[in-house]
């Protein structure tokens, strides 16, 4: 694990991130040691920094750790995931972030999950979840640190013994899956859930509605899309 630029095993407990959730995070693939839509990563984590107004500028040293980080891998591990985490930084008692002006970024190496290989070949058996997402535009989009909706839907799907959940906001429109956006073609017509109110806007989402629009295909942006 890297924090801040150094390895390292520990945080501050006082450390937002642990305290509140208060911060963001990206997961990037990383495929025979090379980086797959590095930009894009860095520009959502920029933009969720902006919308939870986090005052983090180091994005050169994190660019430097990220590909320090990856500089010892070997032949058994060129395939993994990065998690890039910024925390609001160090504060006391209360949600009040007033004198939180030092973030902080923490880098940590994950095994590439083996089971998504099968599921692209096999597909994915789909149920829909009891649990629903909450309606919040500040937070739409952004993958923020506060997931207790994802942690609930999983720990639902436990029990079950589908691979993956539709998901609906409160209202009962479909907004993505567990862990995943979501696209459907109904009567010749692509459709994909808008995400103004609830939902994260995934990186590869955004790559797919790029070639929606590169193969001059129209993609419909649902608002009110119901499960029935």
Same mark, same amino acid.
């Given at each position: 694990?890297?924090?801040?630029? *150094?390895?390292q095993? !520990?945080i501050?407990i006082t450390?937002?991130?642990?305290q509140?959730?208060?911060?963001?995070?990206?997961?990037?693939?990383?495929?025979n040691g090379?980086?797959?839509?590095?930009?894009?990563?860095?520009?959502?984590?920029?933009?969720?920094?902006?919308? @939870?107004?986090?005052?983090?500028?180091? %994005? !050169?040293?994190?660019?430097?750790?990220?590909?320090a980080? @990856? *500089?010892?891998?070997?032949?058994?591990?060129?395939?993994?995931?990065?998690k890039?985490?910024?925390s609001?930084g160090? =504060?006391?008692r209360?949600?009040?972030?007033? =004198?939180?002006?030092?973030?902080?970024?923490?880098?940590t190496?994950?095994?590439?999950?083996?089971?998504?290989?099968?599921?692209? &070949?096999?597909?994915?058996?789909?149920?829909?979840s009891p649990i629903q997402?909450? #309606?919040?535009?500040? @937070?739409? =989009?952004? #993958?923020? @640190?506060?997931r207790?909706? &994802?942690v609930?839907?999983?720990?639902?799907?436990?029990?079950?013994?589908?691979?993956?959940?539709l998901?609906?906001?409160?209202?009962g429109?479909i907004?993505?899956?567990?862990?995943a956006?979501?696209f %459907?073609?109904?009567?010749? *017509? %692509?459709?994909?859930?808008?995400?103004?109110?609830?939902?994260?806007?995934g990186?590869m989402r955004? &790559?797919?509605?790029?070639?929606? !629009? #590169?193969? =001059?295909?129209?993609?419909?942006?649902? #608002?009110?899309?119901?499960w029935?």
């Amino acid at each position: 694990m890297i924090v801040n630029g *150094q390895f390292q095993t !520990e945080i501050s407990i006082t450390d937002r991130a642990l305290q509140y959730g208060d911060g963001c995070f990206t997961t990037i693939a990383c495929r025979n040691g090379c980086l797959e839509f590095y930009d894009d990563h860095i520009q959502r984590l920029k933009t969720s920094c902006h919308k @939870l107004a986090i005052q983090f500028s180091a %994005w !050169e040293e994190l660019t430097r750790s990220i590909h320090a980080s @990856l *500089q010892n891998l070997n032949d058994q591990t060129r395939d993994l995931v990065i998690k890039v985490l910024i925390s609001r930084g160090q =504060g006391g008692r209360g949600y009040s972030p007033k =004198g939180c002006s030092t973030p902080n970024y923490i880098i940590t190496h994950h095994p590439y999950p083996q089971h998504y290989n099968q599921l692209q &070949q096999n597909g994915i058996k789909l149920t829909v979840s009891p649990i629903q997402l909450a #309606k919040q535009p500040l @937070l739409a =989009g952004i #993958k923020h @640190l506060n997931r207790m909706e &994802q942690v609930l839907i999983k720990n639902d799907l436990l029990n079950s013994d589908f691979d993956d959940a539709l998901v609906c906001d409160t209202d009962g429109a479909i907004i993505e899956s567990s862990i995943a956006n979501c696209f %459907w073609k109904q009567d010749g *017509q %692509w459709f994909t859930p808008d995400l103004t109110h609830s939902g994260v806007e995934g990186v590869m989402r955004k &790559q797919v509605i790029y070639l929606f !629009e #590169k193969h =001059g295909i129209n993609l419909d942006f649902v #608002k009110k899309m119901y499960w029935s």
